[in-house]
């Protein structure tokens, strides 16, 4: 009897350790929440069917790069005649964003002549003496667009039209915001959005080159300009 009034206090904690221990096991398992980036859009609309909207080609850019030899430190290059035949962004609404934007492909600029007019537009099948003749348009026109999940982008699926043949590609289109230039009566809106997308040269529009690798990523970045 004295033995067990001596163990009594350790026992009580065996007991209470061991209820403890049954109670945490059998309790159900806490729902960890999930949470992903908090992404938050404005209101911005704008349009070129808006005639205070213009697009400012000189602060404007299309540029592309490729694997030289298609492995290789990258080959890149701009086009130095680009333009929209459409444009319209709807920050809030993706079902509201279009857009059609085209180059001439043989205003490619690589900042070596010799190889723009002796590889490139060979390669590509043109020549100086093009304008708007169809070999010489790449052309590329959105068909749908949806909210990016992981920033304030927007996944846009489009047609790209290059050397006659038409693919769909997926890209990503970024507003990059918008501040004010001048004062008074020359006071303007300026607003920039950047489009980056990727294509098969050789799988899917049939050059044939050596010098380059079949993906080409190419990256839009345009401006434009709101009369207030």
């Known amino acids: 009897m004295k033995?067990?009034?001596?163990?009594y206090p350790w026992l009580l904690v065996l007991l209470l350790a061991s209820i403890t221990y049954v109670v945490s096991c059998t309790h159900d398992d806490a729902i960890i929440s999930s949470s992903g980036p908090k992404i938050e859009r404005g209101t911005q609309t704008l349009s070129l069917t808006d005639p205070k909207v213009s697009f400012d080609k000189t602060h404007s850019n299309v540029g592309w790069e490729t694997a030289y030899l298609g492995g290789l430190s990258f080959l890149t290059?701009?086009?130095?005649?680009?333009?929209?035949s459409s444009f319209s962004f709807d920050e809030s609404n993706p079902a509201n964003i279009n857009f059609e934007g085209w180059v001439w492909v043989n205003r490619v600029n690589t900042s070596?002549?010799?190889r723009d007019k002796g590889c490139l537009q060979t390669t590509f099948g043109v020549n100086l003496s093009?304008?708007?003749d169809a070999a010489n348009v790449a052309k590329i026109k959105s068909k749908?667009?949806?909210?990016?999940?992981?920033?304030k982008g927007y996944i846009v699926k489009a047609d790209f039209t290059f050397r006659g043949v038409t693919k769909e590609v997926t890209g990503k289109l970024m507003y990059d915001g918008k501040t004010t230039t001048g004062t008074g009566a020359s006071a303007k809106n300026v607003y920039g959005f950047s489009f980056s997308f990727q294509f098969l040269a050789k799988t899917d529009?049939?050059?044939?080159?050596?010098?380059i690798a079949d993906k080409i990523s190419v990256k839009c970045n345009a401006i434009f300009r709101q009369t207030l």
């Open 130 to 132: 093009m304008t708007n």
């Open 112 to 114: 070596e002549p010799g």
């Open 3 to 7: 033995l067990f009034k001596q163990n």
């Open 144 to 151: 749908s667009v949806e909210f990016s999940t992981t920033d």
């Open 77 to 84: 290059g701009r086009f130095d005649t680009l333009g929209f």
């Open 205 to 211: 529009y049939q050059i044939t080159s050596n010098n």
